[in-house]
């Protein structure tokens, strides 16, 4: 499972969003349990992540992993990935880091679910504020 976190942040940091959505098995699960209003809660289905996805590199320019723990657990399908990205807020060139805590269950060597734990206030923060953070991925 570590390799398989470590493999999906490198795919991050090459901006293969392509690669990144394609790590998810086709009814795979992206949730985001602190998603704000306006922001999806769920995005369902390996098609549909990677249409989320498909711009990100154009919002965010991801340019390195700054902190990085691997929590293996007792389940051997599950894994939390905590990780700080850095890179530059691409409209405003503007610098970005942010923290985030995932918990990836992986089935078949495809992610089934993918919780992302993060902060739409920090987001909000970097990328100069709500309308920005809901405009960017509101989807």
């Keep these: 499972m570590r390799e398989f976190a470590e ?3 490198d795919l991050l940091l090459k901006h293969d969003m392509a690669g990144f959505a394609g790590l998810w098995a086709e009814d795979g699960v992206l949730e ?5 209003p306006g922001y999806p809660k769920r995005v369902e289905g390996r ?7 498909r711009d990100y590199p154009n919002l965010l320019d991801i340019r390195e992993v700054t902190a990085k723990t691997v929590h ?3 389940d051997p399908s599950v894994v939390v990935v905590e990780f700080t990205v850095a890179g530059v ?13 995932a918990v990836i269950t992986v089935e078949d060597g495809e992610i089934r679910h993918y919780r992302d734990y993060w902060s739409p206030l920090a987001a909000a923060g970097v990328l100069g504020g709500v309308d920005e953070l809901t405009a960017a991925f509101g989807g």
Excluded: C, K, M, N
């Design 7 to 9: 493999h999906a942040l």
């Design 32 to 36: 985001f349990p602190f998603a704000g």
């Design 47 to 53: 098609d549909a992540i990677l249409e989320y996805l």
């Design 72 to 74: 293996e657990t007792t």
């Design 89 to 101: 807020v691409v409209a405003s060139q503007r610098p970005y880091e942010l923290s985030y805590i």
